[in-house]
């Protein structure tokens, strides 16, 4: 976890290291214990008036593939001194015409354990199709859950980044002085 103030260090980061004209906008930067993901806006195609939805589905694909090819020394350039600095892999995505398309990025794995209603519930979604391992089962619900609170999500995330801050600041800190790793000093 970490705090909003870093996390806004990590976006200056990168707005600064990403070369000029890579995006038409640097639109998101996350970050968890093991990855960094980049999602920049790249300008849409253009395809005729009386295109299809089909026809612009694909040019809209087609762009990101070109612009993922065309900018991937750069990417990778980017990528190496930010894993070197922030000890993290950093994974990139692009929105373009209202589409997000995010590259490879990490799968971290998780240790749970389920008793066997949770197990159930799993199997569930194998049996209907709606995933193919109780991995993506398991990230289905995760997905769910997030979507339907959001806001309860926030107020946690920062609740854990005031009690972060507090730690930081420990017994001996002047209440005013910014603790390890929140860019002061």
Not at 27 to 47: H, K, L, Q
């Amino acid at each position: 976890m970490i705090t909003a103030e870093q996390r806004e260090q990590l976006r200056g980061w990168f707005t600064g290291r990403i070369p000029d004209g890579l995006f038409e906008e640097l639109t998101e930067v996350t970050v968890d214990r093991e990855e960094i993901t980049v999602i920049g806006r790249i300008p849409g195609p253009r395809p005729a008036e009386d295109a299809s939805p089909a026809e612009r589905e694909a040019a809209v694909e087609g762009r990101v593939q070109e612009f993922r090819e065309r900018t991937r020394d750069d990417r990778i350039a980017v990528a190496r001194d930010a894993e070197h600095r922030f000890g993290r892999k950093v994974s990139w995505g692009v929105e373009c015409d209202g589409r997000r398309a995010l590259f490879t990025h990490v799968a971290a794995p998780v240790m749970t354990r389920l008793r066997q209603p949770e197990r159930q519930v799993l199997d569930t979604l194998i049996a209907g199709g709606v995933a193919r391992s109780r991995s993506e089962a398991l990230a289905w619900c995760v997905r769910l859950v997030q979507r339907h609170t959001d806001d309860w999500l926030t107020e946690l995330r920062e609740s854990l980044e005031h009690v972060q801050r507090v730690r930081e600041r420990g017994p001996d800190g002047d209440p005013g002085e910014a603790g390890p790793g929140t860019g002061g000093g």
